[in-house]
Structure formats: C-alpha cells, structure tokens
C-alpha cells in the first residue's frame, strides 16, 4: 500500500510564510508528477503546482513568483515553500502522487492539511 502524509500547516500572519511538505511511502516503483492541491470553504480544488520528476514546474497565477514547489526524490518528498502569504491562501492543501506502486499506476491524495492566513 501507499501513503501520502503532509505536514507544515498552521495559522500564519498575512505576509508570513509557511513550508509544507508531503512523503510518499510504501511499495513505490517510480514516482512521475507530483502536485499541490487547494480547496477554500465553498470553492472547488484548485491545482496550486506541481512538478515533475524531471523538475519541471507548474503554478496557478496568484501563487507565481510567492510559492516555490520542489522534490527531492531519493525520499520520495515534495515541498511547498510558501511567501507573502495572504488570506486568499487559506485553505486545506493536498499533495498528489503520481507514480507506478506495487498494484500498478495510481494517483494517491494525502488527507490534507489546514492552512489558515490571518489578516
């Protein structure tokens, strides 16, 4: 089996910042993109960014030049280095493995984890 923990959340003061991070463990053969996730009280998840397992990267617009996504992939991890945050960015985040396990090729979500920017 899989599992995708996050971790890094909390209530933060607009303008702060925050690192999440997110493993991937279990019989995991190759991990290919990998992905944060967004979703505001009544809004729909949004993709935050995401990264391949070459390095290539993907942002939503209001995050461009704010958060940085990178992976390190002997451990199976990815990060969310968030700046300047704002209240727009309150959220819980998931993170979205792609990758080839032991029953084949699956995406595999985390439970999530609050994040909440006070102004």
């Known amino acids: 089996q899989v599992q995708v923990v996050e971790s890094g959340g909390g209530l933060v003061q607009a303008g702060g910042s925050l690192r999440l991070s997110c493993a991937a463990s279990?019989?995991?053969?190759?991990?290919?993109?990998m992905g944060w996730y967004r979703q505001a009280p009544g809004k729909q998840r949004e993709l935050v960014a995401s990264?391949?397992?070459?390095?290539?990267?993907n942002y939503l617009d209001s995050v461009k030049g704010r958060f940085t996504i990178s992976r390190d992939n002997a451990k199976n991890t990815v990060y969310l280095q968030m700046n300047s945050l704002n209240s727009e960015d309150t959220a819980v985040y998931y993170c979205?493995?792609?990758?080839?396990?032991?029953?084949?090729?699956?995406?595999?979500w985390g439970q999530g984890t609050q994040v909440t920017v006070s102004s």
């Open positions: 990264i391949t397992k070459g390095g290539s990267t």
């Open positions: 279990g019989t995991i053969f190759s991990i290919n993109a």
């Open positions: 979205k493995c792609s990758l080839w396990g032991a029953v084949g090729y699956g995406e595999y």
